[in-house]
Structures are given as structure tokens and as C-alpha cells.
């Protein structure tokens, strides 16, 4: 599970930050943006992991 996989990589970071690198962070497939078929897209582990500047609104 990828957010297992974060958190793991992250202990500091928030269900809320997780949830945002998850949406963020992978390859778009299909059509452009998040779709019913392929969701946010496929997930992409290494931007994932890499460092991350998570801007708050």
C-alpha cells in the first residue's frame, strides 16, 4: 500500500499530506486529471519518496 509505504519513508507527515502526495505524485493515464477508469493515474513510487515541498492553503 503506497501510504504504508510513506509513512514508513515519513513518519512526521499527516494523513493529509500523504493523501496530497498520493493525488500529486502519479503518471496520468488516460484522460487528463483524475477519471473513473484509471483514478489519479499509476502510481509512480520514486516521485512518491523523493523530496517535497507541500504548500499549504
Given at each position: 500500500?503506497?501510504?504504508?509505504?510513506?509513512?514508513?519513508?515519513?513518519?512526521?507527515?499527516?494523513?493529509?499530506?500523504i493523501?496530497?502526495?498520493i493525488?500529486?505524485?502519479p503518471?496520468?493515464?488516460?484522460?487528463?486529471?483524475?477519471?473513473?477508469?484509471?483514478?489519479?493515474?499509476?502510481?509512480?513510487?520514486?516521485?512518491?519518496?523523493?523530496?517535497?515541498?507541500?504548500?499549504?492553503?
Amino acid at each position: 500500500d503506497l501510504a504504508a509505504l510513506i509513512k514508513s519513508a515519513k513518519p512526521w507527515l499527516s494523513v493529509d499530506d500523504i493523501m496530497k502526495i498520493i493525488e500529486y505524485t502519479p503518471d496520468d493515464i488516460g484522460t487528463a486529471g483524475r477519471d473513473d477508469y484509471a483514478g489519479y493515474g499509476r502510481i509512480n513510487t520514486q516521485r512518491a519518496l523523493v523530496p517535497y515541498k507541500i504548500i499549504k492553503k
